[in-house]
């Protein structure tokens, strides 16, 4: 069992920036696909944007634009950089890391509020 562990939620205001980070530990991280996914209240979780072993990435249209996924391998941490942030993106912010083949991992969850 991996455990991920992110942080970095916080409550801001519309048009602010916030930055997740999501630590994997144990020498494991440069074989795994990262991404970020969300939940909002009474809603389902949903895909925000991946990051492969590659440096690849892709992003949900909702958020492409505005939201930055990067990864150092050498401190085993993938970080989402979010700017531009609206009401809307207020969710629960879950990082998961998947490899090719077998189970992908999740982290607990960290809550991005953007209110005024």
């Known amino acids: 069992q991996v455990q991920l562990v992110e942080s970095g939620g916080d409550l801001v205001q519309p048009g602010g920036s916030l930055r997740l980070s999501c630590l994997v530990p144990?020498?494991?991280?440069?074989?795994?696909?990262m991404g970020w996914y969300r939940q909002a209240p009474g809603k389902q979780r949903e895909f925000v944007a991946r990051?492969?072993?590659?440096?690849?990435?892709n992003y949900a249209d909702s958020v492409k634009g505005r939201f930055t996924i990067s990864r150092d391998n050498a401190k085993s941490t993938v970080y989402l950089q979010m700017d531009s942030l609206k009401t809307e993106d207020t969710a629960v912010y879950y990082c998961?890391?998947?490899?090719?083949?077998?189970?992908?991992?999740w982290g607990q969850g960290t809550q991005v509020t953007v209110s005024s």
């Open positions: 990051i492969r072993r590659g440096g690849s990435t």
């Open positions: 998961n890391a998947a490899p090719d083949v077998g189970l992908d991992f």
């Open positions: 144990g020498d494991i991280f440069s074989g795994y696909h």
